[in-house]
């Protein structure tokens, strides 16, 4: 019996003596028996009646059920002490740096101010130039003062973010009685 023949029984297009040699053919192979489960189930599905299956929800809680518990707890990878400490040396090494620039900048100027005291020549009238301070004669313009009020939200600057923390002086002259 060939799997041809077998398709022709399905269908119904196979005579009265073919029909007999299939069904002692499948009587005698359960693997024909098995290609005919499945030629039927083809067909079933080609023709839209395809029958329920079995019940895949419970298979699965089935399946699930008959899986061991595992009651351990998750292995943890071992904490290594020295990224314990890490953060703390990392603050204590920056406060170290900050204080050191700070008295190497602040200490500098005090230690060199009496030597340049004692290294300057004395002043004469020969050598003294005369400056001239100019000092405006009219107050600001009204621009300028609006300029100078609202410097903060300038943002052409290189500097600034830091412009809105620079006191800007404006030397307008005084009237003295």
């Known amino acids: ?35 005919c489960s499945l030629y039927w189930l083809i067909g079933d599905c080609l023709r839209g009646e395809a029958p329920s299956g079995k019940d895949l929800t419970g298979a699965i809680l089935a399946a699930l059920a008959d899986e061991p518990t595992v009651l351990a707890p998750v292995a943890r990878a071992p904490r290594v002490e020295s ?10 090494a920056g406060v170290a740096v900050a204080a050191w620039m700070g008295l190497s900048l602040w200490s500098a100027p005090l230690q060199e101010a009496p030597a340049t005291i004692a290294q300057q020549q004395s002043v004469t009238s020969d050598n003294i130039a005369v400056a001239s301070a100019a000092v405006p004669g009219e107050p600001l313009p009204d621009d300028q003062r609006y300029l100078m009020a609202h410097q903060a ?10 412009a809105q923390y620079i006191r800007s002086v404006n030397i307008e002259q005084v009237d003295r009685r």
């Open 1 to 35: 019996m060939t799997n041809e023949q077998l398709s022709e029984w399905i269908d119904d297009e196979l005579d009265a003596a073919g029909c007999a040699q299939v069904v002692n053919g499948l009587v005698r192979q359960s693997a024909q028996r098995e290609t």
């Open 153 to 162: 939200s300038a943002m052409g600057t290189p500097m600034a973010g830091v």
């Open 83 to 92: 990224s314990r400490w890490l953060p703390i040396a990392a603050a204590v």
